[in-house]
Nanobody, 122 residues
Framework: QVQLVESGGGLVQAGGSLRLSCTAS????????MGWFRQAEGKDREFVAA????????AYLDSVKGRFTISRDNTKNTAFLQMNSLKPEDTAVYYC???????????????WGQGTQVTVSS
């Protein structure tokens, strides 16, 4: 069992930056691939970014490529999502997720955090 807790959300102006963190409980953090998803009001949840268990491989939603960076620190059981050049359309609840396995995938996640709100004003 893995428990995930996100932090770092908030209100920011368009063009600004935020860094989300996801801290995991348990000893086997390094054996899980990690992902970030988001859900805007009235829309389905969508994949944003993923990182492999070792941190060497990543995947991104096309609309965030070049603006968002996912990373992880296995010594601290923490994954990060650095978000730069934020746009109003990035406004959503952002969720951290973990999946058993090594690959940075867009689906197949087993554990989810409670979410953190990101609001980008124009």
């Amino acid at each position: 069992q893995v428990q995930l807790v996100e932090s770092g959300g908030g209100l920011v102006q368009a063009g600004g930056s935020l860094r989300l963190s996801c801290t995991a409980s348990g000893r086997a953090f390094g054996s899980y691939a990690m992902g970030w998803f988001r859900q805007a009001e009235g829309k389905d949840r969508e994949f944003v970014a993923a990182v492999s268990w070792g941190g060497g491989r990543t995947a991104y939603l096309d609309s965030v490529k070049g603006r968002f960076t996912i990373s992880r620190d296995n010594t601290k059981n923490t994954a990060f999502l650095q978000m730069n050049s934020l746009k109003p359309e990035d406004t959503a609840v952002y969720y951290c997720a973990a999946r058993r396995g090594t690959e940075a995938r867009r689906d197949g996640y087993d554990y989810w955090g409670q979410g953190t709100q990101v609001t980008v004003s124009s």
